[in-house]
C-alpha cells in the first residue's frame, strides 16, 4: 500500500469517529463544540501514554478512552443543563480552555508540543477495526431503547420528560460518550502524525468536522462515509493545478449540498432505501 | 430473483464506488500530479515536488516561495536541465496545517529523490516525520537542533537557524545602543520557534549585560496591539525587540510609538516582520530609526539575484522579494542541481535507494554552495550562511555593518 494511500485511509478514520463524535450528542439534541476539546484530550493522552510510559496501542486507546469520558463528563454536568446554542456557544470555550491548558504544561511539551510519538506498525489496520467498533456500537446505540430515547429529546425535550426520559441523564450521556469517541480519534491522530501540538485543536478543525457532518447528513451515522473521504479528500481528486482553489471548492460544495440537500448527502430515507435492497425480504 | 439482482448490483456498485475513491489517492495524488521516479524517467524528466503554504495565514511568505521554486526550474532548464534532464515542479499547498503537511508529503514521497519543504517549522516537523521513514532528504524548516538530531540525516533546514539569528541581531543591536541595559520580547505564545527565541534573548544576553524583562505575548491575528504595548511601555524599559511575524509587528511597533516611544532605535524587529506587511503598514515616522534584521539583503548587488528581483517584480506587480525563502527556495533547487550532476543521479527507479541515500549524505554535510546571494554550506544538516542587519532611514532599510 502506497504511503498516500495508507495516510489517507488513517486520516479518514480519524475524521469519521470524530464526525460520530458530534453525531451522538446532535441525536440528543445538542450540538456540542467539544468534540476537538476531547479530541486533545486522547491525543495528548496517547502521546503521553506512547512515549514516555511506553504502553502498547491498543491500552493507549482504552486509556485515552476513560480520560476522555472522565474529562468529557465533568463539563457535560454543567451542559445538561443548557440547550440549543446556549450549548453551542459554551462548549467552544472548552477549546480555549484546552488549548491554554496545554501551552502553559511542560510535561505536555507547551507550545511546542510531543514529538517523536512511537510509530505504529498496522496503524491502518487497526484504525479501521476501530471504525469498524465505533460504528457497530453507535448503530446498536441509534436502534436501542436509549437511541430512541435520545432521539425523544431532539425532537421535544418538554414531551421526552413527561413520557418518562430522564433528559438531563441523556444530555450527560450523549455528551460523555461522544467525548469517549473524540478521544479515540485524538489518539488514532496522535500515532498517525506522530507530532501533536494545541493548536492543531482549533476552530479551523472544529468548522471542518461540523461541515463534514452536516455535508455527510446528520440525521444517520452513515452520511460521514461520503463526505469525510470527499472533504479530506479534495485535495487529491482535484488537478494540481486547481489545488489553491481548494479552499473555495469546499465552500461552494458546502454551500451546494447545504441548499439542495438540507439534510446532508446521506439522510434516513435514503439508507432505509438501501437496507431495503440489502435485506432479504 | 430480481431482489438478489438487485442485491448483487448494489453490492458491486458499492465495491467499485469504495476501490475508485481508494485508487484516486494513490502514490502521486492528484490527476496531473506526477511522481518523481518511473514517469519522469520515462518522459527524460525529473520531478522535484515543493511543498509550501500557498494558502492560509502565511501566504504571504509561501507565495513567493513557491514562485522561487518555478522560477529556480526554470533558470535550470534554460541552461540544459539536470543530467540532461529537464525538471519539474510537483507543488503541494500545505495550507500551514501540519496535517496538511503530512498528507502532501505522504503523497510525493513513495518516488521522490528529495522533497524541498514545507516551509514552516510545524509542517516541518510532522511532515519531516514521513520522509525521514521513506529515507527522503527534506530540505525543509527544520529550525530545532533537536528534530534535526531526530531525523538525522535525511532533516536539511532550508534557511539558517531563527534562534540564533535573534540573539545575534539583539547582541548587534545593543552593542550599538549601549544604554539600552533592559528589554521586553514580544512572542506569539502558539509559535514555538518564537517562544524559543524569547527564551534564548532570556538567557543569551545577560552576556552582554542586558536583561529581559518581561516576555509579551501577541498571537497571531490580534486586531488591538494596544494592550501589548501598554503592558512593554509600563515594564519600563530602554528597548523593544519585536519577535512576532509582519502583520503583528506592524500593529505592535505603530502602538509603541503612538504611545510615547519616540527614539526609533529603541526598537529591533526580526527577521518574521522583514515584508511589505510590516514596512507598508508602519507609517514612515514610525518606522524611521528602527531594527531589522533577515536572511536575505534585499539591496544585494549580484547578476544572479538581479535577474531573480526583474523576474519576480514582472510577475508580482512591481513588488521586490523580500522574504527569506525567496533566495532559499531558489538555494535549495540549485543545491539540488549541484548535487544530482556531482552524484551523477539518474531518477532510475531502480537505483531510487542507492541515490536516496547518496543524496542525504551530499547535503548533510554539504561542499560550500554558491548561492545567490553569497556562499552557504549544510553542517550535519543546519544550514550556515550569512545575516543582515538593517536601520530603517524612513522606509528604507540601510545595511548596518
Redesign the interface.
Known amino acids: 500500500m502506497s504511503t498516500a494511500l495508507s495516510y489517507f485511509i488513517i486520516f479518514c478514520c480519524v475524521f469519521i469517529i470524530l464526525t460520530w463524535a458530534a453525531y451522538v450528542p446532535f441525536r440528543a439534541g445538542l450540538l456540542y463544540n467539544g468534540t476537538v476539546y476531547c479530541m486533545a484530550i486522547g491525543g495528548y493522552f496517547a502521546a503521553l501514554a506512547s512515549k514516555t510510559w511506553h504502553w502498547p496501542f491498543w491500552v493507549c486507546i482504552i486509556g485515552a478512552i476513560v480520560v476522555g469520558a472522565i474529562l468529557g463528563f465533568i463539563p457535560a454536568l454543567g451542559f445538561s443543563r443548557t440547550s440549543g446554542i446556549v450549548t453551542a456557544v459554551s462548549s467552544m470555550a472548552l477549546i480555549f480552555i484546552i488549548q491554554s491548558v496545554i501551552r502553559n504544561i511542560d510535561i505536555l511539551g507547551a507550545g511546542r508540543g510531543i514529538s517523536g510519538i512511537p510509530k505504529i506498525e498496522n496503524l491502518v489496520l487497526y484504525s479501521l477495526i476501530l471504525v469498524l467498533i465505533v460504528a457497530v456500537f453507535i448503530f446498536r446505540l441509534d436502534h436501542s431503547r436509549l437511541g430512541r430515547a435520545f432521539e425523544a429529546v431532539q425532537t421535544d425535550p418538554d414531551m421526552a420528560a413527561t413520557l418518562g426520559v430522564n433528559v438531563k441523564i441523556i444530555s450527560v450521556l450523549g455528551l460523555t460518550i461522544s467525548s469517549a469517541l473524540g478521544a479515540v480519534a485524538g489518539a488514532i491522530y496522535a500515532f498517525n502524525m506522530r507530532i501533536i501540538y494545541p493548536e492543531t485543536f482549533g476552530f479551523s478543525l472544529l468548522l471542518s468536522v461540523m461541515t463534514m457532518l452536516f455535508v455527510g447528513g446528520r440525521y444517520t451515522q452513515w452520511g460521514m462515509f461520503i463526505s469525510v473521504p470527499l472533504l479530506w479528500g479534495i485535495n487529491k481528486w482535484i488537478p494540481s493545478s486547481l489545488a489553491i482553489y481548494a479552499q473555495i471548492i469546499y465552500g461552494v460544495i458546502l454551500i451546494v449540498i447545504l441548499m439542495a440537500r438540507p439534510e446532508g448527502l446521506v439522510t434516513r430515507k435514503m439508507v432505509a432505501g438501501v437496507g431495503r435492497v440489502f435485506v432479504r425480504k | 430473483m430480481k431482489?438478489r439482482f438487485?442485491?448483487i448490483l448494489?453490492?458491486t456498485f458499492s465495491m467499485i464506488m469504495v476501490l475508485g475513491?481508494?485508487s484516486?489517492?494513490?502514490?502521486?495524488?492528484?490527476?496531473?500530479?506526477t511522481g518523481s521516479g518511473e514517469s519522469s524517467t520515462a518522459q527524460g524528466e525529473l520531478t522535484i515536488s515543493v511543498l509550501s503554504a500557498?494558502?492560509g495565514p502565511i501566504a504571504f511568505v509561501g507565495k513567493p516561495a513557491a514562485w522561487a521554486a518555478e522560477y529556480a526550474a526554470g533558470i535550470i532548464n534554460e541552461a540544459g536541465g539536470i543530467n540532461g534532464k529537464t525538471i519539474k515542479i510537483?507543488?503541494?499547498?500545505t495550507?500551514f496545517?501540519?496535517?496538511?503537511a503530512?498528507?502532501?508529503m505522504?503523497?510525493v514521497?513513495?518516488d521522490a529523490l528529495v522533497v524541498v519543504g514545507p516551509m514552516d517549522a510545524?509542517g516541518g516537523?510532522?511532515a519531516g516525520?514521513?520522509a525521514f521513514?521513506?529515507s527522503v532528504t527534506n530540505i525543509a524548516a527544520f529550525s530545532?537542533p533537536d528534530?534535526r538530531a531526530?531525523y538525522s540525516p535525511f532533516a536539511i533546514a532550508y534557511m539558517t537557524d531563527s534562534e540564533e539569528g535573534d540573539l545575534l541581531a539583539a547582541k548587534h543591536w545593543v552593542e550599538l545602543n549601549p544604554d539600552i541595559k533592559s528589554i521586553v520580547v514580544f512572542a506569539n505564545?502558539?509559535?514555538?520557534s518564537q517562544?524559543?527565541t524569547a527564551e534564548m534573548l532570556e538567557s543569551g544576553l545577560p552576556e552582554v549585560g542586558v536583561t529581559v524583562k518581561k516576555i509579551i505575548e501577541v498571537e497571531t491575528g490580534v486586531l488591538d496591539a494596544g494592550p501589548a504595548a501598554v503592558q512593554a511601555i509600563n515594564a519600563d524599559v530602554d528597548g523593544y525587540y519585536i519577535g512576532i511575524r509582519a502583520d503583528e509587528a506592524a500593529k505592535v511597533v505603530s502602538e509603541l510609538r503612538t504611545r510615547g516611544v519616540d527614539e526609533g532605535n529603541r526598537i529591533c524587529a526580526t527577521f518574521a516582520a522583514f515584508s511589505p506587511n510590516y514596512s507598508d503598514v508602519v507609517s514612515e515616522d514610525a518606522l524611521n530609526g528602527t531594527y531589522i534584521w533577515n536572511k536575505l539583503d534585499p539591496n544585494y548587488d549580484g547578476e544572479e539575484w538581479n535577474k531573480l528581483v526583474e523576474a519576480y517584480k514582472a510577475d508580482n506587480e512591481g513588488a521586490s522579494p523580500t522574504v527569506n525563502p525567496v533566495p532559499d527556495y531558489y538555494n535549495a533547487l540549485m543545491a539540488i542541481k549541484q548535487c544530482f550532476e556531482e552524484l551523477n543521479i539518474t531518477g532510475d527507479p531502480a537505483k531510487l535507494e542507492t541515490e536516496k541515500a547518496a543524496i542525504a549524505e551530499w547535503f548533510y554535510n554539504s561542499p560550500v554552495i554558491e548561492g545567490i546571494q553569497g556562499e552557504f554550506q549544510w553542517v550535519e544538516g543546519k544550514k550556515v550562511a550569512p545575516v543582515y542587519f538593517f536601520q530603517f532611514e524612513g522606509k528604507q532599510p540601510v545595511a548596518v555593518k
Open positions: 431482489s438487485k442485491r448494489a453490492a475513491s481508494l484516486g489517492c494513490g502514490s502521486s495524488g492528484g490527476a496531473e500530479t500557498i494558502t510537483d507543488m503541494h499547498d495550507k496545517d501540519t496535517a496538511e503530512v498528507s502532501a505522504s503523497q514521497v513513495d510545524p516537523e510532522a516525520q514521513v521513514d521513506a530545532f528534530i531526530q505564545p502558539t509559535d514555538p517562544m524559543a
